[in-house]
C-alpha cells in the first residue's frame, strides 16, 4: 500500500531527536496513522484498562443507564446513540457500539467548569458491584500514562513541524486539554457497508491526537482515497501490532498545518470474514484516548504552513460543532461552545 502504517519506536537511538522527529513527519504528510512502540505503559495496566472496560460493559442494562452521559460529556453511551457516517448511515441506525466517556476532572466552583464539555466523572458503584473493585484507580492511572504519551508526542510534533523551542508548552494551549478516555464495545453485529451497517462509521477524528489500544481484534480501517470512501478496494486494515499503540492524528492537526499532515478517514467494520477470523470474533473492545487542546485555544495556520486554507476556530466550538452532528445525545449542549 502506499501510505502504509509505520512503527515509531520511542525508545529507540535517537529517540528525543530530529531522525524521530522526521519519522512522525513522514507518517503525518502520509497515511496520518503510526504505530508508536516503546511508549513506557505497562503491559499490565493495558490488560487491566480492558478487563475492566468488559467488565463495566457486562453490567445489567438498567445499571449502566444509571452511568448515563451528562450534558460534561461524561458516562455511559447506549448502543447506537453515535452515528459518525450519517450521510450513509440510515436514520435512527446508528453505530453498533457502547461507549463509556472518561474526562479530564474539574473541580466544582471554578471558572472551566462552566464551559461545556467539563465537569466531574460518572464512577460506577465499586462496592455495589463487586466485579468492578479498582475501576476507577486503574482509569485514571491510563489516563495519566495516556496523557504522559500523548504530550511527548505533540512536543516530537513542534519539532517536525519546525515551530520554536516548547511552543506547545505555552499556556493555553494544552495545559488544560480537553482530553477523552473513551471505552468501546462493539456488539456481535456484522457490519455491512453496502447497507450503512458500520461498528464506527466513516469519520474523521475532531481534535489534536489520538491514541488506541485494543483486544487485538480486527476491524480498523482507513481510507486510501477520501473521494472514494464508497468503494470497498479504497479501504484498507490496521492490523493489531502486540505491544503497540495506534496513533492517528485529528482535524485540529490538520487545520494547523494547514492540510500538510492528514486527519485520515478512517471506520470500524466487525465481523468480517479472514484467514485469521472466518468467522464473527465475537464484541471487540477498544480504548481510544482523544487529546486535543485546551477549550479556548484557537486553532489557525501555523507559520511556515502558506496560505491558510481554513478559517480560526477554537478548540471547543470545533468540538462542539462536531459532537452535535454526531452524537444525540451531546447536541442539545453544543450551542453553548463559542467561535473565536
Known sequence: ?????????????????????????????????????????????????????????????????????????????????????????PKGAGDTKEGFYIGREVSEGTEERRRPYHGSNVWPDERAEGSLAGFRST??????????????????????????????????????????????????????????????????DYGMLTLLHTDGKPGLQICTDRDRKGAEDAWVDVPHRP???????????????NGAYRSTLHRVVTGQPSSSHPTLPGPRLSIPFFFDPNFDCLVECLPGFGTPRFPPITSGAHLAERYAATHDGLAASAHTAHVS
Not at 41 to 48: G, K, P, Q
Request: overall charge negative; proline content about 6%.
Open 1 to 89: 500500500m502506499r501510505d502504509e502504517v509505520p512503527v515509531i519506536a520511542l525508545d529507540g537511538a535517537g529517540a528525543d531527536g530530529e531522525e524521530l522527529a522526521l519519522a512522525v513527519d513522514v507518517a503525518c504528510r502520509g497515511p496520518g496513522f503510526f504505530y508508536v512502540s516503546g511508549h513506557g505503559v505497562e503491559e499490565a495496566l493495558l490488560a487491566s484498562a480492558l478487563a475492566m472496560s468488559a467488565r463495566l460493559f457486562g453490567l445489567p442494562e438498567e445499571v449502566k443507564r444509571g452511568l448515563g452521559q451528562t450534558a460534561a460529556n461524561r458516562g455511559w453511551t447506549p448502543l447506537g446513540e453515535e452515528r459518525l457516517d450519517p450521510g450513509r448511515q
Open 139 to 204: 482509569m485514571e492511572h491510563y489516563f495519566a500514562e495516556m496523557t504522559r504519551v500523548a504530550m511527548r508526542l505533540v512536543r516530537l510534533l513542534g519539532v517536525a513541524m519546525r515551530l520554536p523551542p516548547g511552543f506547545f508548552d505555552r499556556p493555553g494551549l494544552f495545559d488544560r486539554p480537553c482530553a477523552v478516555l473513551r471505552l468501546l464495545r462493539y456488539a456481535e453485529t456484522r457490519s455491512d457497508p453496502g447497507r450503512g451497517v458500520f461498528a464506527a462509521g466513516a469519520h474523521t
Open 243 to 257: 505491544g503497540c499503540l495506534v496513533v492517528n492524528l485529528g482535524d485540529m492537526l490538520e487545520r494547523w498545518s
